[in-house]
């Protein structure tokens, strides 16, 4: 378990953390959100060692972060950075020699690796040569070549096309299933959808929220459902009454609807089924969760 205990960074008379404290299960994705500005990027760096607390501590299994952690961590920044006049295999093995690994050792992962995202033809091309999502690709297998346990992945989608999108999102998912902690810091609010087990949001150095993605969806649910039925498209109006709104209705084939519907008031699933199962032919009923897209907008404006 990695804990995050007050931890506080000032620099020049500027509060960048203020007693942040955390706790980030193993082989959890955890992930890292808020606005720009908000802290998160210097926690990162608390993490990496890059700098230290100004007060706080952090514990990595119930040992205080020490120097013999470093090999343990794959850390992409989101500024990348690589040697643009090496060429790609050499970079690799590089990387993996600075975490520890024997040079054959690092040779034979790297070209797994590199076969693995299909780019094992540009193994003797300098990084120059590279496009900007190529040059990502060869960080991000710097950043788990020496296959340590803590990644911590700073906006790892940036740059990437659709495809390539998939690719990293399915390869931190690999990550998960092998038991890897991994930080996901971004401003993606779908790939948090899809990925993160539990999240904590900055803003102004503080921690906002921090719980699990599903239960701050279900806090910040906003009463909207999604309706398919069966029957007339009025007597569906009719049975809402003051209860719900209609948002949308659409006919998806002869006499069968899709209607978004939201409350009025603190009424449920179940209410639902009570206003309508007399008026039309219901065939499903989903509650509309928010995404973390919208929690996230919502946490943010609350703390104005």
Not at 60 to 67: C, F, G, M, R
Not at 89 to 96: P, V
Request: proline fraction near 3%.
């Amino acid at each position: 378990m990695i804990e995050i205990i007050g931890a506080t960074k000032v620099f020049h008379q500027k509060m960048a953390l203020d007693s942040v404290s955390l706790s980030i299960n193993p082989g959890q994705v955890f992930g890292l959100i808020g606005p720009n500005g908000a802290g998160k990027t210097t926690l990162i760096r608390l993490l990496n060692q890059i700098i230290y607390p100004t007060k706080g501590q952090i514990r990595i299994a119930n040992i205080s972060l020490n120097e013999a952690h470093v090999r343990s961590f794959g850390y992409l920044p989101e500024e990348r950075g690589l040697y643009r006049e090496m060429r790609v295999l050499e970079h690799l093995i590089f990387l993996g020699q600075l975490r520890g690994m024997a040079k054959n050792e690092a040779k034979e992962a790297s070209s797994l690796w590199l076969e693995k995202f299909e780019i094992s033809d540009w193994k003797y091309r300098k990084i120059s040569s590279l496009s900007k999502g190529m040059a990502q690709k060869v960080q991000f297998i710097g950043t788990v070549l020496h296959n340590p346990d803590i990644i911590i992945l700073d906006e790892p989608l940036s740059g990437f096309d659709p495809l390539n999108v998939d690719l990293i999102i399915n390869e931190v998912r690999n990550l998960k299933a092998e038991d890897k902690t991994v930080i996901y810091s971004t401003h993606n609010m779908n790939s948090v959808d899809e990925l993160c087990d539990e999240v904590a949001l900055l803003n102004h150095g503080r921690v906002v929220a921090h719980d699990s993605v599903m239960k701050l969806r279900w806090a910040y649910k906003s009463g909207n459902f999604k309706v398919r039925f069966q029957g007339s498209k009025v007597s569906f109006a009719h049975g809402l009454w003051t209860w719900f709104e209609m948002l949308s209705c659409k006919e998806l084939n002869d006499g069968v609807f899709e209607a978004e519907i939201k409350s009025r008031g603190a009424y449920q699933i179940n209410h639902v089924f009570e206003r309508l199962s007399e008026a039309v032919q219901l065939q499903k009923v989903e509650e509309q969760l928010p995404g973390m897209h919208d929690v996230f907008i919502k946490l943010v404006k609350d703390e104005k």
